[in-house]
T-cell receptor, first 110, second 113 residues
Framework: RKEVEQDPGPFNVPEGATVAFNCTYS??????FFWYRQDCRKEPKLLMS???SGNEDGRFTAQLNRASQYISLLIRDSKLSDSATYLC???????????FGTGTRLKVLA | NAGVMQNPRHLVRRRGQEARLRCSPM?????VYWYRQLPEEGLKFMVY????????ESGMPKERFSAEFPKEGPSILRIQQVVRGDSAAYFC???????????FGQGTRLTVV
């Protein structure tokens, strides 16, 4: 089983839609969680950290469910510019290396 | 505060040559991570270093690959005797501590011909 698993998509949604992604992780001792976005052939960029209490940044909301070992990302009022691959990241409990999921592709359609 | 700097951005090597990829972390960051990404695939962890120390190299191939992060200067990922399968994008990230947020450089695209 992979340490971090994501639905690869693609998720095709119209502009203005709300879309949610989930990501599951296998190591219950994982300590830190993040969402990154990656545009085609570019470097990953930090979108937001994910805290136990959940956090929101504008149209983006991230949640952590430790009991079920998953994190989620909700995007409201999707924009064309949100089209990208969204990467779930979990830190290894031992050495704190960052483990990436393979990403979920989002396409926002006009 | 400049971001993570990687050079070169593009590197072409013939089979059997050596490739040296450089990464200068953000100012104040002492933790460096190297990842490899093949086309249409996810980022694969290679190695995690702190100044002068390798913390985790579980993702590094046992042969031909090495990494260092000296006290002075950038982190170097070195690939000896490159083969076509080494062609990929290599990304470096840095963080001020672990497990804080990590920031990525623009990557080095290695092509082996």
């Amino acid at each position: 089983r992979k340490e971090v698993e994501q639905d690869p998509g693609p998720f095709n949604v119209p502009e203005g839609a709300t879309v949610a992604f989930n990501c599951t992780y296998s190591n219950s001792a994982s300590q830190s969680f993040f969402w990154y976005r990656q545009d085609c052939r570019k470097e990953p960029k930090l979108l937001m950290s994910v805290y136990s209490s959940g956090n929101e940044d504008g149209r983006f909301t991230a949640q952590l469910n430790r009991a079920s070992q998953y994190i989620s990302l909700l995007i409201r009022d999707s924009k064309l510019s949100d089209s990208a691959t969204y990467l779930c990241v979990v830190t290894h409990s031992g050495t704190y290396k960052y483990i990436f999921g393979t990403g979920t592709r989002l396409k926002v359609l006009a | 505060n400049a971001g993570v700097m990687q050079n070169p951005r593009h590197l072409v090597r013939r089979r059997g040559q050596e490739a040296r990829l450089r990464c200068s972390p953000m100012k104040g960051h002492s933790h460096v991570y190297w990842y490899r990404q093949l086309p249409e695939e996810g980022l694969k962890f290679m190695v995690y270093l702190q100044k002068e120390n390798i913390i985790d190299e579980s993702g590094m191939p046992k042969e031909r690959f090495s990494a260092e992060f000296p006290k002075e200067g950038p982190s170097i990922l070195r690939i000896q005797q490159v083969v076509r399968g080494d062609s990929a994008a290599y990304f470096c990230a840095s963080s001020p501590s672990a497990p804080a947020e990590a920031f990525f450089g623009q990557g080095t695209r290695l092509t082996v011909v």
